[in-house]
């Protein structure tokens, strides 16, 4: 791998559909401080690094792509706004896959702004073990807030999601047909902790606050959560399942 390369505070304008911008193989680098337009940023196979402070405008895929395998980074207070896909996708690498049944340690996806995506805030797929899915502020989603599938022990906690499900009014552009979801834990979810956020339904298109499937979640807890025109959607509880710590339901705002 290359180490300790920096892009920084440049400017990205471009009508190509796929990574304006590819950060690849890279171990202790930095993507920060720039603006994309009308491009993804992707970051391929890295370790130790961190994409942070970037604004990315209209980006035709995601607004940024992290592809596994990868390890210990950080994605960090960017903003991202108007993807075609989702803010951040975590997702295996398409021309290099790898087994559904391997997961990847250590990211932390905090501190960004995510608005106006048509598909989702911020999806997880894969990961396992010390990745933080923390403080961001979400908004204006086609479907779900933030998507969880086949991962393990993910700490999501102290996000703002709200006007979710924004299909209902403006139409898919994704064939997705499931509900829309401020959290959606929807297949092969452990041990994960779903805690202090606060998810905002307005205008009646989002579904349900918070939904976890009983498609091989075991062990989830989901606590302190403050949901505004919306509700907690669990399977009927197992052991080591609990959704009763202090979870706040309110009426939304006239």
């Not at 471009?14 to 930095?30: I, K, N, Y």
Request: charged letters at 20%.
């Amino acid at each position: 791998m290359d180490a300790y390369n920096r892009f920084e505070n440049n400017e990205v304008y471009s009508e190509f559909t796929g990574d304006g911008v590819s950060f690849s193989l890279q171990r202790s680098g930095t993507v920060r401080n720039n603006r994309l337009e009308d491009t993804m940023l992707a970051f391929y196979l890295c370790r130790d690094s961190e994409v942070s402070g970037n604004t990315i405008i209209n980006s035709p895929g995601a607004g940024i792509y992290y592809s596994l395998p990868s390890y210990d980074n950080i994605i960090a207070t960017n903003m991202i706004r108007g993807a075609a896909d989702s803010g951040i996708k975590i997702s295996r690498n398409a021309e290099h896959e790898i087994p559904t049944t391997s997961r990847y340690t250590g990211l932390y996806i905090q501190d960004n702004t995510i608005d106006d995506t048509r598909f989702f805030g911020i999806e997880v797929d894969q990961m396992s073990s010390n990745v933080y899915v923390q403080r961001n502020d979400i908004q204006d989603t086609d479907f779900h807030g933030i998507y969880i599938i086949r991962s393990n022990h993910l700490e999501i906690a102290d996000n703002q999601i709200s006007t979710f499900g924004l299909w209902k009014e403006r139409g898919k552009t994704h064939d997705w047909n499931s509900d829309s979801n401020g959290v959606f834990v929807e297949f092969d979810v452990q041990n994960s902790r779903i805690a202090s956020n606060q998810i905002q339904s307005l205008y009646g298109y989002g579904d349900f606050g918070i939904r976890v499937t009983t498609d091989n979640n075991t062990g989830n807890l989901v606590e302190y959560n403050t949901l505004i025109g919306t509700y907690t959607q669990m399977p009927i509880l197992v052991e080591g399942d609990n959704i009763s710590n202090g979870n706040i339901t309110e009426e939304p705002p006239l």
